[in-house]
């Protein structure tokens, strides 16, 4: 299956945003997934786990969900901040596949 | 802290061969399989294999984009895991990562954490 990201999300700061995930094909529920915030020049880094827990150490600013009704997750941001400015991929797997990234969405905050 | 640091990288011409090392602390290695991902620059996040533990029986799995042409080992003595890439494409240029898989009792786990990368160039 393929996971779908919009390309690209703007919002201002201290606002809050979503970003969806929408599976291709099986259910969202059968598999759990994670989010990860990449900042230019970085590494990728985890902020969410097993589709809504919070590693330690990530504000709880950043929560996940999933919703079987539109077959995606979800990562919202509130109290956007500037630092929130970053690439954010979702990712699951299947009995085939252990790993499948989104393509990723782009965050501006302005 | 947990750490994983890659080496290995640099500039190869198409068809070259090249190894990656990443050199993992700060937790028990034996016990975690290891993922490799590379990224494009200006591109998305790109699995390329996993290696599981010794209990796992170190099994593999590959992208099927690489799956002929790559190769992924460990030695948990030295606590290194190895991407062996043959036959490279100049497609094959990105930065690669390593990852950690994560698992606690009977989860299926997660990548929790990754090397900063190294940067791999196919170029005549």
């Known amino acids: 299956f393929v996971l779908t990201q919009p390309h690209s999300v703007s919002e201002s700061p201290g606002k809050t945003v979503t970003i969806s995930c929408t599976r291709s094909?099986?259910?969202?529920?059968?598999?759990?997934v994670q989010w990860y915030q990449q900042r230019p020049g970085s590494a990728p880094i985890i902020v969410i786990y097993?589709?809504?827990?919070?590693p330690s150490g990530v504000p709880d600013r950043f929560s996940g969900s999933i919703d079987s009704s539109s077959n995606s997750a979800s990562l919202t941001i509130s109290g956007l901040k500037t630092d929130d400015e970053a690439d954010y991929y979702c990712?699951?797997?299947?009995?085939?596949?252990?790993?499948?990234f989104g393509g990723g969405t782009k965050l501006t905050v302005l | 802290d947990v750490q994983l640091v890659e080496s290995g990288g640099g500039v190869v011409q198409p068809g070259g061969s090249l190894k990656l090392s990443c050199a993992a602390s700060?937790?028990?290695?034996?016990?975690?399989?290891m993922h490799w991902v590379r990224q494009s620059s200006g591109k998305g996040l790109e699995w390329l294999g996993r290696?599981?533990?010794?209990?796992?029986?170190?099994?593999?799995h590959y992208a099927a984009s690489v799956r002929d042409r790559f190769t992924i080992s460990r030695d948990d003595s030295m606590k290194m895991v190895y991407l062996h890439m043959n036959s490279l494409k100049t497609e094959d240029t990105a930065v690669y990562y390593c990852?950690?898989?994560?698992?606690?009792?009977?989860?299926?786990?997660?990548?929790?954490?990754w090397g900063k990368g190294t940067t791999v160039t196919v170029s005549s």
């Open positions: 990852t950690r898989h994560y698992t606690y009792y009977y989860s299926v786990g997660y990548i929790d954490v």
């Open positions: 990712q699951s797997y299947d009995s085939y596949n252990p790993v499948i």
């Open positions: 290696i599981r533990s010794k209990a796992n029986s170190y099994a593999t």
């Open positions: 700060g937790f028990t290695f034996s016990g975690s399989a």
């Open positions: 097993e589709d809504n827990q919070r």
């Open positions: 094909s099986g259910s969202i529920a059968t598999n759990y």
